[in-house]
T-cell receptor, first 113, second 116 residues
Framework: GDSVTQMEGPVTLSEEACLTI???????????LFWYVQYPGEGLQLLLK?????DKGSNKGFEATYRKETTSFHLEKGSVQVSDSAVYFC????????????FGTGTRLQVTL | DAGVTQSPTHLIKTRGQQVTLRCSPK?????VSWYQQALGQGPQFIFQ???????QRGNFPDRFSGHQFPNYSSELNVNALLLGDSALYLC???????????????FGAGTRLSVL
């Protein structure tokens, strides 16, 4: 079945450091890929998405590129802020599955001053 | 424009009881999906409702059931509660018929269920 594997957290960074959160997936066909963010006490918010190979999703300084050859969708940001502290989830939707999302286990990011 | 709203925010039940959680989708959306998020885990898909029918279901027992009303709002019912049902229950809404690239799911803040 479909699955998403994320690097385990927590990830602790100083403000302005570079961020990479690894995500790889297993799915048949050509899934769409997503990063969602969950701030404390809140639901999930879509951060960015990519729907086909080599697409780059970007939002709020975050980027991720859909790499079909390595089945990866790593999340990156050049300079993190304290306000980026949250849990980040990588997810996929397989074509034809009526938008059922399959999530990774999440990676907690803690940014300190 | 109201987003996805869920009620109640928190709920405490005991083993064996039954619970009903409620969700109102984002304005203009007609599809509701429910997810269970255990502590420290990613959300797991329970089921999805469209046109008042269950369209797709994840690997959850029949104790988990749902309903969608003509106004597109939805309920999640869980019978014979177990300790393992303690989790954050998330509702997500979307619009059927959108091409996948635009079919983004919007999540509510969730209902935290504690089973004692």
């Amino acid at each position: 079945g479909d699955s998403v594997t994320q690097m385990e957290g927590p990830v602790t960074l100083s403000e302005e450091a570079c961020l990479t959160i690894n995500c790889t997936y297993t799915a048949t066909g050509y899934p769409s890929l997503f990063w969602y963010v969950q701030y404390p006490g809140e639901g999930l918010q879509l951060l960015l998405k990519a729907t086909k190979a080599d697409d780059k999703g970007s939002n709020k300084g975050f980027e991720a590129t859909y790499r079909k050859e390595t089945t990866s969708f790593h999340l990156e940001k050049g300079s993190v802020q304290v306000s980026d502290s949250a849990v980040y989830f990588c997810a996929l939707v397989r074509t034809g599955t009526a938008s059922k999302l399959t999530f990774g286990t999440g990676t907690r990011l803690q940014v300190t001053l | 424009d109201a987003g996805v709203t869920q009620s109640p925010t928190h709920l405490i039940k005991t083993r064996g009881q039954q619970v009903t959680l409620r969700c109102s989708p984002k304005s203009g959306h007609d599809t509701v999906s429910w997810y269970q998020q255990a502590l420290g885990q990613g959300p797991q898909f329970i089921f999805q409702y469209y046109e008042e029918e269950e369209r797709q279901r994840g690997n959850f027992p029949d104790r988990f059931s749902g309903h969608q009303f003509p106004n597109y709002s939805s309920e999640l019912n869980v019978n014979a509660l177990l300790l393992g049902d303690s989790a954050l229950y998330l509702c997500a809404s979307s619009l059927a018929g959108q091409v996948l690239a635009k079919n983004i799911q919007y999540f509510g803040a969730g209902t935290r269920l504690s089973v004692l």
